[in-house]
């Protein structure tokens, strides 16, 4: 399909989650309201806890960017007929490598380290995603259950290491050694912490988009998704194809896990990843699978987190109330998305008659 068709699809697919997102607010306002909390209030505050200045808009980015880089893993895995449903451990794989070599590596000169800690992170969670895709690619071994135990490892051993070898016993939680000044990335506004990781996720969706949709290795990937066994007859090897989809899929999380260390935290500890990984599923099926959708999937959920968070502090909207919040708008959008892919498959349907 050409590409400019995709990007015009998605364009004009985008009223649907837009009047999605509407009447979920008007929804979660009026149960805002049966719970006896200020409605007015407590939607103004989820405005303002991302738009209200640029400062608290750049947390808002900073908070989409690991869901920007898992999206676009998801997506593209997706895309070869591969769930991984392992982007939390990926993620957490390259932060740990690119935490690693940050600590290690005070001695080098910014730009060395910062390029190290990139090439750490991002082969890290290439790493992680190896052997699950191995096994899906050469015995056909449900990649769900792989990627979901290689999960528990990832988290098991941030643990370990923030409560032994890298532990800051100066801290009084447990955390590892803060990474070397010259590997913190730099803030790209004053005054405010944005890094650059969310622009370069968005580089990284349109060449991704541009890798999927105008070149051969976008046209196997796909063309395995849809139909493994007659791509097989056609020349295409699967097993390669759908090996090389989860690397590129865990190297994407991996790079996201550098960006959370490098740019946000800058040392590791036990909640890292809140889910960032599992929370990625949702942004890639709110964007059709689409790398470019997947920036904006990512930026409202980014926006609802940390308006969420806002609600709950300010207003005193309980942790829970908010969830359900979220949800509301998750499932307004996600209905409008199939809906949107009904119509456009009976459109398919119907040209194919």
């Known amino acids: 399909m050409n590409p400019k068709k995709h990007i015009k699809d998605a364009l004009l697919g985008a009223w ?5 997102i509407l009447g979920a607010v008007l929804v979660s306002a009026l149960l805002l309201r049966a719970f006896g909390y200020d ?13 209200s200045n640029l400062r608290v808009f750049g947390s808002m980015l900073n908070r989409a960017c690991p869901l920007l880089f898992t999206g676009i893993a998801v997506a593209i895995a997706y895309r070869g007929s591969v769930f991984n449903i392992g982007a939390d451990g990926q993620f957490l794989a390259g932060a740990i490598v690119s935490a690693w070599i940050g600590i290690k590596g005070g001695g080098l000169p910014g730009p060395l380290l910062i390029l190290l800690m990139v090439l750490g992170g991002t082969l890290a969670g290439a790493a992680w995603a190896f052997l699950p895709g191995f096994l899906k690619a050469r015995y056909e071994i449900s990649e769900v259950i792989t990627t979901i135990m290689f999960n528990y490892i990832a988290i098991q051993l941030v643990g ?39 622009i370069i996720g968005c580089i990284v969706a349109v060449v991704i988009f541009i890798l999927l949709f105008k070149s051969w290795f976008g046209y196997e990937v796909r063309a395995v998704g849809y139909n493994p066994i007659a791509s097989k007859y056609a020349g295409i090897s699967v097993t390669r194809t759908t090996l090389a989809t ?18 946000a935290s800058h040392y590791l500890y036990e ?11 949702a942004v890639s099926i709110l964007a059709g699978n689409n790398p470019i ?4 999937s990512a930026s ?17 909207v309980s ?9 509301i708008i998750i499932i307004f959008v996600a209905a409008a998305s199939v809906k949107g892919l009904q119509k456009t498959r009976r459109k398919a349907e119907k040209g194919g008659h």
């Open 16 to 20: 649907r989650p837009a009047l999605a």
């Open 39 to 51: 409605a007015g209030h407590s939607l103004a505050m989820l405005y303002d806890a991302s738009f």
């Open 160 to 198: 370990y290491l923030v409560r032994g070898p890298l532990r800051d016993m100066a801290q009084a939680e447990p955390q590892s050694y803060a990474i070397a000044a010259q590997g913190w990335l730099s803030y790209l506004i004053p005054k405010t912490k944005l890094h650059p990781g969310f």
């Open 246 to 263: 989860m690397l590129l899929s865990g190297a994407l999380c991996g790079l996201g896990g550098f960006f959370e260390v490098a740019g």
């Open 271 to 281: 909640s890292l990843s809140s889910g960032y990984g599992y929370t990625a599923i």
């Open 293 to 296: 959708g997947v920036i904006f």
């Open 300 to 316: 409202l959920f980014g926006f609802l987190t940390l308006g969420a968070t806002a609600m709950q502090r300010v207003i005193g």
């Open 319 to 327: 942790a829970q109330f908010t969830s359900i919040v979220q949800g």
